[in-house]
């Protein structure tokens, strides 16, 4: 450890310091701990269903019961929460599968909440993986180009939300990027009765590449066209405050940025700026990335998970979201 010389102090001599493992944890200036994360989990109907993706090495497609057993794992290495995505048997273009009483997402957040009540259980709120287009909104189709239409968007992703409360779930995030869903999911939330909810905005949440291996995963790559038109343009800082900004304003209780690796300066804003409860979300192409270079023995896949995690932690965020969760919760113990 050396300490800068400074001109106050004209007797200063640079030094180095005994550093032992404890002064080294006492002077660290931010620190990683198992009750910062949250593991992501994907839901699919069935029994006894566990099935790899090739693109996601040790991400699974589980059944509500197989899905119990992942979180169970995790909440017993000290992971606090998790954020849920849904695989429908069934697209159509209303998405219905995404607020059915009985959809893949409420159902497995009823059995979570009965057999861990005491784990947080986050739901992702979006329709792109209920659409058979894969959109995040409804979709009008022109003689030319298809457009997403925002406003009659917002009713679907608010009834989504509310039947995710009405199953149990702790807290909704919605990812869908819409303008004013945040607004539109609050007001219903309070009109049924779950005033208590808080809602976790992807506040900043960018149109990335990096994003490729979740689509695989939760089956939900657009058919036709990209995201751009309601994700952010990576190369946009002050617009990504620009949507925080709003998303508190409309009701956020906690926002998100992501991806978190390539936007460290997103992260780092957004905290300095509205001082709110910040997570930061290691997507799939991070994930990816250290696995198959860590694969291939080219980087040491828990060294680089931490160091990429505290970097975001540095950044500023407060909750770091991510798809190796309970390995490095067992990491942190170990
Ligand atoms: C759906 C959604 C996506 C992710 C989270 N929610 C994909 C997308 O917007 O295409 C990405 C998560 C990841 O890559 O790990 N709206
Ligand atoms: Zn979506």
Not at 251 to 262: E, F
Request: glycine residues 6%; aromatic residues 8%; charged residues 25%.
């Amino acid at each position: 450890m050396s300490f800068k010389s400074m001109p106050a102090f004209p007797e200063y001599r640079p030094r180095r310091l005994r550093k032992t493992a404890a002064l080294r944890a006492l002077v660290a200036e931010t620190h990683l701990h198992a009750s910062q994360l949250v593991l992501p989990l994907f839901a699919r109907f069935g029994k006894k269903v566990r099935r790899a993706v090739d693109a996601m090495p040790g991400v699974f497609q589980l059944s509500p019961d197989e899905l119990v057993k992942d979180a169970t794992r995790a909440f017993e290495a000290g992971v606090p929460a998790v954020l849920l995505f849904g695989i429908p048997d069934r697209k159509d273009e209303r998405a219905s599968g995404a607020y059915a009483k009985n959809g893949i997402v409420q159902q497995t957040v009823r059995l979570l909440k009965r057999e861990l009540p005491d784990l947080l259980v986050i739901t992702d709120v979006c329709l792109c993986e209920y659409m058979s287009h894969g959109h995040c909104g409804i979709v009008r189709r022109g003689p030319r180009a298809a457009s997403v239409l925002n406003d009659p968007t917002l009713k679907l992703l608010a009834r989504t939300a509310a039947s995710h409360a009405e199953a149990g779930a702790d807290m909704v995030a919605p990812s869908d990027m819409m303008d004013g869903r945040v607004r539109a999911i609050r007001a219903e939330l309070d009109g049924s009765g779950f005033e208590e909810i808080p809602i976790m905005s992807y506040a900043a949440k960018f149109a990335s590449a990096y994003y490729g291996p979740f689509r695989e995963v939760a089956e939900s790559t657009p058919k036709f066209g990209d995201r751009r038109s309601y994700q952010m343009n990576a190369a946009n800082a002050n617009e990504a405050l620009r949507e925080v900004a709003l998303d508190i304003a409309e009701g956020a209780d906690l926002v998100m940025v992501k991806p978190a690796l390539a936007y460290l300066d997103i992260i780092q804003r957004v905290k300095t700026e509205f001082g709110y409860p910040t997570a930061a979300y290691a997507v799939s192409g991070e994930h990816a990335m250290i696995k198959a270079a860590a694969e291939r023995g080219w980087v040491d896949e828990r060294a680089v998970t931490m160091e990429s995690l505290l970097a975001m932690r540095r950044a500023g965020a407060d909750i770091l979201i991510t798809y190796s969760a309970a390995e490095v919760a067992r990491w942190l113990k170990g």
